[in-house]
């Protein structure tokens, strides 16, 4: 706490796990402390506030969070005023026993309750004792909420919460609710908002964007992307993530007809076979996927398609492994993000018998990665010598002469900077294609 031209300001450090909802949700929970008079910083020694906003995706992410709250603990025996609440999907799994198990947390938020932190907060100030409020409801975040962004180039912006799919392996329905869908007049508010703040790029979030508008029945997800790239001054929407079984032709023709929707797609598929499809609760076939990437691939012949993959689920087997390998050779994805498959307790998927050995696990994933980085490079090799507009981000990590940016179909492109700031829209020829980036000279 500092006195700084006669306010007393307070500091909050927020540490952000897990998805990109998380990360926006963060960015309201800031802005909402900014309101309150505390400013964020990278410093936990200095904080007057400290918030872990946390996944419980995996168990993994739960252990690095139990670590982190047991660091805290020194810095609240030294400095007892110091306010320590933890948020997010692993605050809305475990609610109190978060406390019971360490005293010197303050308060447990669940997801819904978003909005609450300054009350939340000012009672603590007050009172110094504990608070936990994690109960689901069927109301979503209001719209009033403050937001306080973490970027300066491209906004998150949830445009629903929440997921009705209840795949067997994923914890996600249990700890975020239903799906609740926000009006569509106040995203496309809050878009303008940020394209008036300097932004000309936002992502629209939900855990299946494409079942978007189905409870209030004002617009689908067509429509809203349709409303969204008619804001004046936008340059580039982006929308993560997609299920399968919800996007439509009507969706597909959007992107396709759309000036500023970004030809990249997001399509988790998670497995290759169908037995294993079913045993994930995934409600779509190997064929009917085929033909869903057949239909974008004919409206969209430039799209970049990207895609999630677990190895290792319960029952799999070497004939599954190499249907999956072999779907993954067919389909060809820009890239993928490739998981071992783990335990979530709370999950159907946890409790299944034939629970795959953790070598093979690793064994199958290696390979998995061998294909899919084959498939990435005879992708990208396509390039040389293309010219394609890059969003400049910034410096490199390894070279500061170096920059970095991204295409409109998602694909990082490294190249010499030459006095570009961050936000311009430039032309780059590529010259190197890589697996995981493209190298080039700027036009």
């Not at 998380?22 to 008079?37: C, H, K, P, V, Y």
């Not at 982190?68 to 030294?78: F, H, N, Q, T, V």
């Not at 820009?334 to 093979?360: H, L």
């Not at 020829?429 to 080039?440: A, C, D, E």
Request: charged share 30%; proline share 4%.
């Amino acid at each position: 706490m500092n006195m700084i031209d006669g306010k007393l300001h307070r500091y909050a450090y927020l540490l952000v796990y897990g998805c990109q909802m998380n990360q926006s949700d963060a960015e309201r929970m800031m802005g909402q402390l900014r309101t309150i008079g505390y400013e964020r910083t990278e410093s936990m020694e200095e904080a007057d506030l400290i918030l872990i906003n946390t996944c419980c995706v995996r168990e993994t992410a739960e252990d690095r969070v139990y670590g982190k709250i047991g660091e805290i603990k020194r810095l609240k025996r030294e400095r007892p005023e110091l306010i320590f609440g933890i948020t997010g999907c692993m605050a809305q799994k475990e609610g109190d026993a978060l406390i019971k198990r360490a005293p010197h947390i303050n308060f447990v938020l669940g997801t819904n309750k978003v909005h609450e932190l300054t009350r939340v907060v000012q009672e603590i100030q007050a009172e110094r004792g504990h608070v936990v409020d994690v109960q689901l409801g069927e109301t979503e975040l209001p719209d009033d909420v403050p937001v306080a962004r973490a970027g300066s180039l491209s906004a998150w912006v949830p445009i629903m919460y929440g997921c009705n799919n209840f795949c067997t392996y994923c914890i996600v329905p249990y700890v975020r609710g239903r799906e609740r869908s926000r009006l569509p007049e106040d995203i496309v508010r809050e878009v303008e908002e940020a394209v008036k703040n300097g932004y000309e790029e936002v992502t629209l979030l939900g855990q299946n964007v494409n079942s978007y508008g189905k409870d209030h029945k004002l617009a689908d997800f067509a429509d809203l992307l349709k409303m969204v790239d008619e804001v004046p001054g936008i340059r580039r929407v982006r929308f993560m993530t997609s299920h399968p079984k919800d996007l439509s032709d009507k969706v597909i023709a959007a992107i396709r007809d759309g000036e500023h929707l970004c030809e990249h797609i997001h399509l988790p598929v998670q497995y290759g076979s169908n037995r294993i499809l079913k045993a994930m609760n995934r409600v779509y076939t190997v064929e009917s996927y085929r033909d869903l990437v057949r239909r974008i691939r004919a409206a969209i012949p430039e799209v970049s398609l990207t895609t999630d993959l677990i190895v290792g689920f319960p029952g799999e087997t070497d004939e599954d492994f190499q249907q999956m390998l072999d779907f993954l050779r067919e389909i060809r994805y820009d890239s993928a993000y490739t998981f071992i498959y783990s335990k979530r307790s709370g999950t159907p998927a946890a409790t299944m018998e034939n629970q795959v050995e953790e070598s093979v696990k690793k064994e199958r994933l290696n390979a998995l990665m061998a294909v899919q980085n084959e498939i990435s490079l005879a992708i990208n090799e396509k390039l040389l010598g293309r010219t394609l507009e890059v969003m400049v981000e910034g410096p490199s990590k390894n070279d500061a002469s170096v920059w970095m940016g991204r295409t409109r179909t998602n694909k990082i492109v490294l190249f010499a900077h030459a006095g570009e700031k961050p936000g311009d829209f430039i032309d780059v020829r590529i010259t190197h294609p890589q697996t995981w980036v493209l190298k080039g000279e700027r036009v």
